[in-house]
């Protein structure tokens, strides 16, 4: 009964933002009795454990470029007291947040605490942000302020419909239930072969996306991200109501472990302020039967079952000098070796047709 308590207890904490603020002085002190320990996310399911290398909260103490930071700032993101903002509410900037510990973790779930806002009116205002667990971070580029073709998940906050403008200035309509309401959360994985869509707010390539109204809210927004047994699942805390919402589900996801998590933002012509407060990453123990072991082995790139993504086409590598002079050289000593056994053999040969003779 007081398992079952104690459990009960942790996941309404656990669910309930403003708690935290409440109960942190009597957490600080039962932590420093008792140190971290495991909470049941569901009965017989899975038991999470903070993994405090792949999370960030304030005072953002990890953050910098020594090489004891965990997390490193990119472009224009800045630390401040109460959040770190990835881009202010001007034009033309971008920003990221990267984790320089990459995670091998098997089952996760990483929960995080953001806020949008800004002094843009109704559909004057973007771009948004991103949340990433890829294979190659602090690379800046055209996607929510990080690269293009990425290898790896990305989930996105989308806070301007640039189809839906475009459709609007050619006079066209959607077809009933089509269109989407943004802002607009969506995701996507990728293999490093596929270019995500501006024009139509990455449509072709999405897993699937939700409605998620975030801007200029007077209480808490998260976004959690949970990937266990090759299932993705994202949901959002974002009505002030202190409850996870379904936003996306998508078994058969395929990610390899040692990838690096980040978040990121851009602006154009329209801007907005894009604030993390808090990244918290828990590792999910979760049991397995013999044949799931077996069916969830380590891959080597990202990929969804029932979905055929393009094969990634590598370029050759240009050699090197020293590799050149070598393929040079031996090609030649190979050459001429060649060339010496040949005459030798057909010396024999023609001794043998003279002994015939004679």
């Given amino acids: 009964m007081a398992v079952a308590l104690r459990s009960f207890w942790w996941q309404r904490w656990r669910r309930r933002p403003w708690a935290r603020d409440e109960a942190g002085m009597l957490l600080l002190l039962l932590l420093l009795g008792s140190g971290p320990g495991p909470r049941q996310v569901r009965a017989g399911q899975a038991v999470e454990y903070l993994k405090r290398e792949h999370s960030l909260s304030k005072p953002y103490q990890g953050v910098g470029t020594s090489s004891s930071s965990m997390w490193n700032l990119m472009g224009n993101a800045m630390v401040m007291t109460q959040y770190i903002r990835l881009t202010p509410d001007m034009q033309s900037k971008q920003g990221a947040l990267w984790n320089r510990v990459p995670c091998f973790l098997r089952d996760w779930e990483l929960q995080v605490h953001f806020r949008i806002h800004g002094q843009g009116k109704k559909n004057l205002h973007g771009d948004g942000l991103a949340i990433w667990y890829t294979k190659d971070r602090m690379q800046p580029g055209p996607v929510f302020g990080n690269m293009d073709r990425f290898v790896g998940l990305g989930v996105f906050v989308d806070t301007y419909p640039n189809e839906e403008k475009q459709q609007e200035a050619q006079k066209r309509r959607y077809s009933p239930g089509v269109q989407r309401v943004f802002p607009y959360i969506s995701a996507m994985v990728n293999n490093g072969s596929l270019s995500y869509d501006h024009e139509r707010d990455g449509r072709p390539t999405e ?52 990838y690096y998590f980040g978040t990121s933002s851009i602006t154009g012509d329209l801007s907005d302020n894009h604030d993390v407060i808090s990244l918290k990453l828990f590792e999910l123990t979760v049991e397995r039967t013999p044949e799931e072991e077996k069916l969830h082995r380590d891959v080597f790139l990202p990929s969804v079952d029932n979905l055929k993504l393009p094969e990634m086409t590598v370029p050759p590598t240009p050699l090197s000098g020293l590799a050149l002079f070598l393929l040079v050289f031996f090609s030649l000593v190979f050459s001429v070796f060649a060339i010496v056994i040949g005459i030798i053999l057909y010396n024999k040969w023609q001794e043998q047709s003279r002994k015939r003779f004679y």
């Fill in 207 to 258: 897993l699937g996306g939700c409605t998620a109204i975030v801007r200029n809210l007077h209480y808490d927004t998260f976004l959690v991200i949970r990937y266990v047994k090759r299932h993705l699942t994202i949901m959002m805390d974002i009505d002030g109501k202190h409850e996870w919402k379904d936003c996306i589900e998508m078994p058969g996801v395929r990610l390899p472990r040692g």
